[in-house]
């Protein structure tokens, strides 16, 4: 089978194609590398069943020969890089979108949009279901990525109602692991690059504002087992253990034997002050839950973030 996956050299998207690629997938990763890494898929290049094609995937998209399944997953992600390039972020979300559910119905493809739990905004339901509706700032900075995210939903049903084709919706929770870039400005990133490099933890408000962390590895395994369900909703993809803030630089500043004091900064605008997915629907639809602990997910992170040649680390090793 052949699958595209479009955002294939970023964080996510590169797991995913290693992920098809040993599950012997032909795989056409698609990237215009303003977010995504040429190095994050480098081991798989040269390879005759693995294909780079460096695109913009709100240009025309053109894919010779059959396509079996297309995973979407191009957009800017961190709120660093969405809200320095709003426009893209929203134009990634439209006209992306619109030109690869195209592609998936010139080519009578399965469609699987990888959407966010930010469509949920600052929700007053807890734990999220994908029934609610969300609290989102229409308005807000914020906004660029939630509603490009919230706009890709509605036109990916829309297309399966009009045309027929089989489409899928993920609402991925927070999810880390390597490859995230140290300048990635979320949560695990920030907090790692801090105490490895022996400065004060940035936490944001009061710190008791919650986050649910799923490892990049269940994610993947996830994604590919939405896109093998019959179901078109959305299903929410995540873990449900949630954390506060303060817990959570606790555990990072333990494994890295960090002595970094926290530093407490104003809460950005509209951020979410709880999070955690209900995943009901992916254990009834997927038999799908996370098995990675975060404890070690994050030393698996940690690790990779101190062998990919972290320079500033006085740490000289993982507790």
Known sequence: MRAVVAGGAGFIGSHLCEYLFERRFRVTCIDNLSTGRRSNVAHLLGNRTF????????????????????????????PRDYLANPLKTLAAGSSGTWNLLELARKKKALFLLASTSEVYGDPKKHPQT????????????????????????????????????????????????????????????????????????????????????????????????LAGCADPMPVNLGNPEEF??????????????????????????????RRRPDISRARKLLGWKPVVTIEDGLRATIAWFLKTGFKESRIQGIK
């Not at 709100?58 to 957009?75: K, P, W």
């Not at 506060?244 to 950005?268: D, E, N």
């Open 51 to 78: 294909e780079f094609i460096q695109a913009d995937v709100t240009e025309r998209i053109s894919v010779r020969g059959m396509v079996d399944v297309i995973f979407n997953l191009a957009s800017p992600a961190s």
């Open 130 to 225: 994908e029934s609610y509706w969300g609290n989102v700032n229409p308005v807000g900075v914020r906004s660029v990525y939630d509603e490009a995210k919230r706009y890709a939903e509605a036109l990916t049903c829309a297309y399966h109602r009009r045309f027929g084709i089989p489409t899928r919706i993920a609402r991925i929770f927070n999810t880390y692991g390597p490859r995230m870039k140290l300048d990635d400005g979320r949560v695990v990133p920030n907090m790692v690059h801090q105490a490895l490099s022996g400065r004060q933890l940035t936490v944001y408000g009061s710190g008791r504002q919650t986050r649910s962390f799923c490892y990049v590895s269940d994610m993947v395994n996830g994604l590919f087992r």
């Open 244 to 273: 506060t803030i303060l817990r959570f630089a606790g555990l990072v500043k333990r494994l890295t034997g960090s002595t970094s004091r926290l530093r407490f900064c104003p809460l950005p605008d509209d951020d979410p002050q």
